[in-house]
């Protein structure tokens, strides 16, 4: 669908409709391209009452009606908004940019899917860096409210903590991986375990590699899904405080339970020091890094919303 260009100056909303181009900076078009978004294909558009944004592959439909507060915001770091849509890991707002000048923040009700074609991630807000946002404002405007509150939905909360404890499962990994260097076994934990369960001489070691880094991956974003749903949103403050005591949780559930009573690897604080020095410093990362990214959601700590 083609953009529809405007006079400076005029309305436009035209006959019920309206469209939005969006600005294009010359140095972004490239990383654009890569992904699909292109002038013809990066739009948003205001239709009767359904809002219908589209940025290459992506797509955030919702009526007009669950819009709750549009607001002018930028600039913008252009690593941050280059390239493909950005999903935010701090509130999962989610970000169509091409220009690093100013966008519009739309504010949901109820959130929206759009980066992924299953909808299992809903995002309560969208960036767009139209080419008039205050034009795009004033016609969302008239049906929003900014008293209204994104309802913050159970599974809201479980999708977020899952990515924010994939994000700290990451980090973790980092002295994980760096600690290990110093043991006679190269394996780490994860690795230890699979191989438990999964007799190496069944799958190739690239195999197991990859079946070690996956179990890891759950077993972060399980743990981020738990502080996520019943833990962050009630003690947001002291997030990190209590992402440390989660991180403990799982440390004594995990290494002083149920892995050294299957027979696993010995109990934490019976393994070697530097093992157990690995187990605790991996942990202490994990929570929190994990507490940090539920802090970033009070209001007081949040930047411009733009995501990445």
């Known amino acids: 669908m083609a953009n529809v260009a405007h006079p400076e100056g005029s309305d436009p909303v035209l006959a019920g409709e309206a469209q939005f181009g969006f600005a294009h900076e010359p140095r972004l078009l490239a990383s654009s391209r890569l992904f699909g978004v292109t002038p013809r294909t990066a739009y ?79 995002h309560p807000a969208l960036t767009v ?55 006679h076994d190269e394996r780490t934990p994860p690795r230890v375990i699979v191989d438990h369960f999964l007799p190496a001489r069944l799958l190739p070691d690239g195999m197991m590699r990859c079946a070690a880094a996956c179990a890891h991956a759950v077993y972060g974003a399980a743990g981020g899904a738990l502080f996520g749903a019943f833990i ?25 339970g149920w892995v050294p009573a299957a027979g696993i690897l010995p109990r934490w604080h019976r393994q070697g020091a530097v093992r157990a020095t690995n187990l605790l410093v991996s942990h202490v990362v994990y929570g929190t890094t994990l507490g940090r990214l539920e802090r970033s959601l009070l209001p007081s700590e949040r930047r411009s919303r733009t995501s990445g």
Request: net charge positive; charged share 20%; aromatic share 4%.
């Open 232 to 256: 962050g949103p009630r003690s947001a403050r002291r997030s990190v405080r209590h992402g440390l005591e989660l991180a403990a949780g799982l440390l004594l559930v995990s290494y002083e």
């Open 44 to 122: 948003v558009e205001v239709e009767g009452d359904m809002l219908h944004a589209r940025f290459g592959p992506w797509v955030v439909r919702t009526p007009t009606a669950n819009v709750a507060d549009v607001s002018v915001t930028g600039p913008f770091r252009a690593w941050k908004i280059a390239g493909p849509a950005r999903l935010s890991l701090s509130d999962l707002g989610l970000t169509f940019g091409t220009a690093t000048s100013a966008g519009a923040c739309i504010r949901f009700r109820e959130p929206v899917r759009g980066i992924d074609p299953l909808g299992l991630v809903r």
């Open 129 to 183: 860096t139209v080419e008039r946002p205050e034009a795009l404002q004033h016609v969302l405007g008239a049906s929003a409210d900014a008293s209204a509150p994104t309802r913050d939905s159970l599974r809201q909360r479980l999708t977020r903590g899952a990515l924010h404890g994939l994000a700290a499962t990451a980090v973790m990994s980092v002295p994980m991986l760096a600690l290990q260097r110093l043991e």
